[in-house]
């Protein structure tokens, strides 16, 4: 399993693009405008890729992962530790054999309809969510999800996410 610590100006240029480009999904019309409803189809589909790798994760099925993903992708995740910013890379490759070795329920959901942009064969979903193990929140966050149409359909390249950790509940409640 290949995880790498970067500093944050490696990745700032690539979060940067993904929000100006996730701005455009508050437009009603941004995406490829081709008359034929194309643009809605595109956006229910690479939604429907991003729901089933939530769905592969919650049953570990490494193969319906696979079969969705770019192996040479990559995850980004951005969290604060004792104030201190850090982000971790986990390849694609890396992620699914974390997803086969583990035992532990996972769910993760998004908390608001996630916008979703598609320009030609590139989209991308943001929106809030929320992830469990074995039912307990373990953390929330913005997923950025970034997917490319191929000949196969819509595939997920990777993302960008923040990870804000649970707060315990105070003793007693």
Same mark, same amino acid.
């Given at each position: ?19 100006? $480009?996730?701005?455009?999904? /508050?437009? @009603?019309?941004?995406?490829?405008? +081709? &008359? =034929?409803? %194309? !643009? ?65 329920? $996972?769910?993760?959901?998004? /908390?608001? @309809?996630?916008?979703?942009?598609? +320009? &030609? =064969?590139? %989209? !991308? ?49």
């Amino acid at each position: 399993m290949r995880t790498t610590w970067l500093p944050m100006r490696r990745i700032a240029g690539l979060v940067a693009l993904l929000l100006t $480009l996730s701005a455009c999904g /508050t437009t @009603p019309d941004c995406g490829r405008r +081709d &008359g =034929d409803g %194309a !643009v809605a189809t595109d956006r229910a589909a690479a939604l429907a890729v991003v729901q089933g790798l939530f769905d592969a994760m919650a049953t570990r099925d490494v193969a319906k992962a696979a079969a969705i993903t770019v192996p040479e992708g990559v995850f980004v995740v951005t969290s604060s530790v004792d104030g201190a910013r850090r982000q971790r890379v986990t390849g694609l490759a890396a992620f699914l054999d974390q997803l086969g070795s583990g035992t532990s329920r $996972l769910d993760e959901r998004f /908390t608001q @309809p996630p916008t979703v942009l598609v +320009d &030609g =064969d590139v %989209a !991308v979903v943001v929106g809030p969510y929320e992830f469990r193990i074995d039912g307990a929140l373990s953390h929330t966050g913005v997923d950025v999800l970034t997917l490319i149409r191929t000949d196969d359909g819509w595939k997920l390249t990777g993302g960008v996410y923040s990870h804000v950790s649970a707060k315990p509940a105070p003793a007693g409640q």
